[in-house]
């Protein structure tokens, strides 16, 4: 998904409250290594939305180990973190690592910072990423146990996740067992929602993990009844996906600036997100935020995340989509209502607000909690 630390709708709070006295300067600093900036992917989302929260007891800050798929210089990046990490070894600030981990080089690159971190002595934690993982993770059970045993605290999105962590750590002889946490990914809630549009809005990877092929097999189907209508398409092409020129009233925006990613959500009427996997998407959770009539598929917590406030469909169904869309574009009320739903929901259960206190808690625990111990080897 596009992603990055971008403009609001009003401006963010300070990601620290102001220091006083003398013990201010040794606050904790919670460091999260991975995507950090102006970068696409749920990873960068996730990141940038941590540093820009207020925090009571800790101080955060983001660490850049690559830039994502294709970025040439990411061994350098890794270098760099291995001598940022030695240095914080040195300091006399307590520091805890949170480490940003997905599937495939991430895990590699991303999860021999996390064991460097470990074995030096810094606290360190492992956040899972990415709709694959679990299929990684079984493909590759010996790597990944071993890179997790590392942790002390391993926090992923899921149930299923967290399941399959423990699965997998408890088929090893490390003596190291972390602890095994859910969190949910959360947003800060824009202050002001502009007047909504006409338009049906889609933000991240374009390709079939996203089920961009049903999307615009649905819209094909409907958008000859509905002229007022437009589909936007936000975000780089996958390997190989192609969006025919020829469907009517579809635009394909490109990757585009995080500000103009929320900017689109604030106006769109209807987002729509029917993919084929995902964890927790940050997409349809900003999309909520903004008082979007939203759909999706019953994938990772997205049903979790919808319950009482949008509208699942079938996974890789073409007719139940269109149906769903065709419901949403011809019924103002309705939209509105779901709107109204949406936003509350994040409020209540996804924002800043609802998760943040408890995150920051989670993340100095690692400061106070060993991983348990397995049996010995």
Request: glycine share 8%.
């Amino acid at each position: 998904m596009a992603s990055g630390v971008g403009r609001r709708d009003s401006p963010r709070r300070s990601r620290t409250r102001p220091a006083s006295g003398h013990g201010a300067t040794a606050r904790p600093v919670v460091m999260h290594i991975g995507v950090v900036g102006e970068f696409p992917g749920g990873m960068a989302q996730v990141v940038n939305e941590y540093l820009h929260w207020s925090y009571a007891n800790c101080r955060v800050v983001g660490v850049l180990s690559t830039k994502g798929k294709g970025d040439r210089l990411a061994a350098f990046r890794w270098l760099g973190c291995l001598f940022r990490l030695a240095a914080v070894r040195l300091a006399g600030i307590p520091h805890v690592v949170v480490v940003h981990l997905s599937q495939g080089g991430s895990f590699i690159r991303e999860g021999s910072l996390l064991r460097f971190a470990a074995a030096i002595g810094i606290p360190a934690a492992a956040h899972l990423h990415g709709s694959e993982f679990q299929s990684y993770a079984r493909s590759r059970p010996a790597l990944v146990s071993k890179v997790l045993a590392a942790a002390t605290v391993v926090f992923s999105l899921t149930t299923s996740t967290n399941q399959l962590v423990e699965d997998l750590l408890s088929t090893t002889h490390s003596r190291r067992r972390p602890r095994l946490v859910r969190v949910t990914n959360a947003v800060a809630l824009p202050h002001r929602i502009p007047e909504k549009e006409n338009f049906v809005l889609v933000a991240g990877e374009l390709g079939f993990r996203k089920g961009t092929d049903v999307l615009l097999a649905a819209w094909s189907a409907i958008a000859p009844r509905h002229p007022g209508w437009t589909l936007l398409l936000a975000g780089p092409l996958a390997d190989d996906f192609v969006v025919d020129n020829q469907i009517p009233r579809v635009v394909a925006l490109g990757v585009l600036p995080r500000s103009v990613v929320l900017e689109l959500q604030g106006r769109a009427a209807i987002a729509v997100l029917p993919s084929r996997h995902e964890a927790l998407p940050m997409f349809l959770i900003e999309s909520m935020a903004h008082e979007c009539a939203t759909i999706g598929t019953p994938v990772g917590q997205v049903s979790e995340l919808l319950a009482d406030a949008g509208i699942l469909v079938d996974v890789g169904q073409e007719a139940p989509l269109a149906d769903a869309l065709e419901r949403l574009m011809t019924n103002g009320a309705e939209r509105r209502i779901l709107g109204k739903k949406s936003r509350q929901k994040i409020r209540d259960h996804y924002s800043e607000d609802a998760v943040s206190k408890e995150l920051e808690s989670e993340w100095l625990s690692v400061l106070r909690r060993p991983a348990t111990q397995g049996p010995a080897a």
